[in-house]
């Protein structure tokens, strides 16, 4: 991992090997101001559009009836470069009045705090913890989902997100996206126009642009279709 193997160790590998390729401009400005004689490469990864499908959505709930709430969905592990935690704090600061579920597809080892954390916040009955699943169940959440959110941060060793697959499937998906302003993630959204992105670590920025995409539909639509 380029953000937690030892800069010495990293410049001694590029400058032994041919040439390296990474996924986003990000890592490669890294990696090049850390062995400048290094050959890299920037190649970024994308999907096959035949498996993720754009599922033509139409105007989806708003979050005023209880019958219907706008379904938010995170596909990520559960380390603390994904930021769960700060998405929680955002979900228990969201207006009373609006209807919302939250699922989360992914496990890690800090399912069991995050889920006390739920609890002390008051918002675990509004969230359905789904674990790992195979590829067709996680196709499925993108299916099913109004909102997309990744509250992804800096580990406090430095482990950090590049470009998050699940930022390029949920946009295959046309669905709409919130996202922290880290890491590569800015080279895949731009802000406003195919998602919206706050700040890392904030989870007031954060749960502000997700209550206002909850009562937006049609903000989410255009956002999707853009995605």
């Known amino acids: 991992d380029i953000w937690t193997t030892p800069a010495w160790e990293l410049r001694e590998k590029l400058l032994d090997c041919q040439w390296a ?3 986003t401009a990000g890592h490669a400005a890294h990696l090049r101001a850390l062995a400048p004689d290094a050959e890299i490469m920037l190649t970024y990864h994308g999907l096959d559009p035949h ?15 209880p019958a219907r709430p706008v379904r938010l969905l995170g596909v990520a592990r559960l380390v603390p470069k994904k930021g769960v935690d700060v998405l929680l704090a955002a ?8 209807a919302w579920r939250y699922e989360h597809v992914g496990g890690g080892p800090l399912l069991g705090d995050l889920q006390a954390e739920a609890e002390r ?7 359905t913890w789904r674990g790992a699943l195979a590829a067709d169940g996680v ?7 109004d909102l997309f959110v990744l509250a992804s941060q800096v580990a406090p060793d ?7 697959n699940v930022l390029l499937e949920a946009g295959g998906m046309e669905l709409a996206m919130v996202a922290s302003r880290v890491a ?14 706050v700040p890392p670590d904030d989870p007031v920025a954060l749960g502000s642009a997700i209550a206002a995409l909850i009562a937006d539909p049609a903000a989410r639509l255009q956002l999707g279709q853009a995605g």
């Open 139 to 145: 196709l499925e959440a993108y299916r099913a989902a």
């Open 158 to 164: 430095g482990d950090r997100d590049g470009l998050p």
């Open 121 to 127: 916040l008051g918002v675990a009955d509004r969230i």
């Open 51 to 65: 498996r993720f499908p754009p599922p033509g959505r139409g105007l989806g709930p708003d979050g005023s009836d």
């Open 91 to 98: 979900l228990a600061a969201l207006p009373k009045s609006l």
């Open 21 to 23: 390729t990474t996924c």
């Open 184 to 197: 590569a993630v800015p080279e895949l959204i731009e802000d406003g126009v195919n998602g919206q992105l």
